[in-house]
T-cell receptor, first 114, second 110 residues
Framework: NAGVMQNPRHLVRRRGQEARLRCSPM?????VYWYRQLPEEGLKFMVY????????ESGMPKERFSAEFPKEGPSILRIQQVVRGDSAAYFC????????????FGPGTRLLVL | DAKTTQPTSMDCAEGRAANLPCNHS???????VYWYRQIHSQGPQYIIH???NNETNEMASLIITEDRKSSTLILPHATLRDTAVYYC???????????FGTGTRLTVIP
C-alpha cells in the first residue's frame, strides 16, 4: 500500500510566480491535511480538506494561498505570487474517515523562492 | 488543546532505553496523548497514543501517570535511526488538526 505521495519534492520559483504542490493520499483515505514548516521551526497546520470540501482553513494565510481536493485526482495547494517568506517545507498528511488523529505524512515539498 | 512542556534536547546511548518526558498538566478528560516524531528532512511519523492506560506497540511504550498530567515515551533499545525530534500532542477528537510544539530533539550516540 503506497504511502502519501507528494510532488514535486523540490520546487524553485522566482518572486511573483505561482507554486502548485500536489498530494495523493493513502488508498482509502478521504481526509487530507496540509502543514507548513518554516526553516528551524515546527509544523503549523494550514488546511483540512475532504473530497470536494474545505473543512477547516483556519491556518491558511488570508491571501495568495488556496487548496482543493477534487473528486478525482490529488489535493492541490496553490500559492500565487510567491514571496521569499513562502520558502518552506510543505507537508501533506492523510487519514481515514475515522481516527483523524493518526495522520500519515508524505515526504514534503521543499519550496524555495528566489 | 492542552499545552505541553518537553525538554528541548536529550542524548541517549545506542542500545539503551530512551525515556522522553512530556508535561501536559492542563489536559482535559477526553484528550488522548499522541506522540509523533520527525526524522531530519522527512515528514512526521506517528508512534503511539493513549488515554489513561499504558500502551505498547512495536515502536515504543507510553506510560501515562494516573493523574494524566504527564507521560513518558520509552524507546526500549534506541538505535541511531531513532535520532529525531519527538512531539507530544494532546488531541481532542472534536478538533481536526495536530498542534506540533517544539518537541524534544533526541540524539542517539554510538
Amino acid at each position: 500500500n503506497a504511502g502519501v505521495m507528494q510532488n514535486p519534492r523540490h520546487l524553485v520559483r522566482r518572486r511573483g510566480q505561482e507554486a502548485r504542490l500536489r498530494c495523493s493520499p493513502m488508498k482509502g483515505h478521504s481526509h487530507v491535511y496540509w502543514y507548513r514548516q518554516l526553516p528551524e521551526e515546527g509544523l503549523k497546520f494550514m488546511v483540512y480538506l475532504q473530497k470536494e470540501n474545505i473543512i477547516d482553513e483556519s491556518g491558511m494565510p488570508k491571501e495568495r494561498f488556496s487548496a482543493e481536493f477534487p473528486k478525482e485526482g490529488p489535493s492541490i495547494l496553490r500559492i500565487q505570487q510567491v514571496v521569499r517568506g513562502d520558502s518552506a517545507a510543505y507537508f501533506c498528511a492523510s487519514s481515514p474517515p475515522s481516527g483523524w488523529e493518526t495522520q500519515y505524512f508524505g515526504p514534503g515539498t521543499r519550496l524555495l523562492v528566489l | 488543546d492542552a499545552k505541553t512542556t518537553q525538554p528541548t534536547s536529550m542524548d541517549c546511548a545506542e542500545g539503551r532505553a530512551a525515556n522522553l518526558p512530556c508535561n501536559h498538566s492542563t489536559i482535559s478528560g477526553n484528550e488522548y496523548v499522541y506522540w509523533y516524531r520527525q526524522i531530519h528532512s522527512q515528514g512526521p511519523q506517528y508512534i503511539i497514543h493513549g488515554l489513561k492506560n499504558n500502551e505498547t506497540n512495536e515502536m515504543a511504550s507510553l506510560i501515562i501517570t494516573e493523574d494524566r498530567k504527564s507521560s513518558t515515551l520509552i524507546l526500549p533499545h534506541a538505535t541511531l535511526r531513532d535520532t529525531a525530534v519527538y512531539y507530544c500532542i494532546p488531541c481532542d477528537s472534536g478538533a481536526n488538526n495536530l498542534f506540533f510544539g517544539t518537541g524534544t530533539r533526541l540524539t542517539v550516540i554510538p
